[in-house]
T-cell receptor, first 111, second 115 residues
């Protein structure tokens, strides 16, 4: 069973920031939060991951709540190429093997 | 460096046949995992290999099997194919699944159609 909850879909405009929420109320102290995205007809692509502190990379930012029961993936300036299904996943003990994928959030970007 | 490579990309098989899919991980990665993706069930974990040993296995029947070679390349096999086995089969590799923050990288997948 997926241990995260995400909205089924979200819509945003091109060149605007996008905030994708994820709830993980049963997260354990050693669970890492991973985000992947999947473009049509492609395999999932790693976006970002974190444990407790907020994280930034060239693709996105990850904001983790202080109690770690939720997190938000932030795309600072969405482009049409960011239209994809975004998955928020918990990885037990840090190792990303045997991941449980939920339905993810289908992000629609309007030009 | 080259990403995860899966072959073949597309294939069509008949019910009852068997199929073997191949995966070459990113150079230096020792862990390979396999996933099945269908419209109805989404992405589901099949199994994971590390140093030629199966470490984890998902909830799939014994018709689904895999192996890993000494060069970390992996194959998965599905015997006695059923129509419901039609899916995108994804391979992912990682450096060390036991390490904190380990990230897996997926290939493009192999599209299997069973007729």
């Amino acid at each position: 069973d997926a241990k995260t909850t995400q909205p089924n879909s979200m819509e945003s405009n091109e060149e605007e920031p996008v905030h994708l929420p994820c709830n993980h109320s049963t997260i354990s102290g050693t669970d890492y939060i991973h985000w992947y995205r999947q473009l049509p007809s492609q395999g999932p692509e790693y976006v970002i991951h974190g444990l407790t502190s907020n994280v930034n990379n060239r693709m996105a930012s990850l904001a983790i709540a202080e109690d770690r029961k939720s997190s938000t993936l932030i795309l600072h300036r969405a482009t049409l190429r960011d239209a994809a299904v975004y998955y928020c996943i918990l990885s037990p003990g840090g190792g990303a093997d045997g991941l449980t994928f939920g339905k993810g959030t289908h992000l629609i970007i309007q030009p | 460096k080259a990403g995860v490579t899966q072959t073949p990309r597309y294939l069509i098989k008949t019910r009852g046949q068997q199929v073997t899919l191949s995966c070459s991980p990113i150079s230096g990665h020792r862990s390979v995992s396999w996933y099945q993706q269908t419209p109805g069930q989404g992405l589901q974990f099949l199994f994971e290999y590390f140093s030629e040993t199966q470490r984890n296995k998902g909830n799939f029947p014994g018709r689904f099997s895999g192996r890993q070679f000494s060069n970390s390349r992996s194959e998965m096999n599905v015997s006695t194919l059923e129509l419901g086995d039609s899916a995108l089969y994804l391979c992912a590799s990682s450096l060390d699944p036991g390490s904190a923050g380990n990230t897996i990288y997926f290939g493009e997948g192999s599209w299997l159609t069973v007729v």
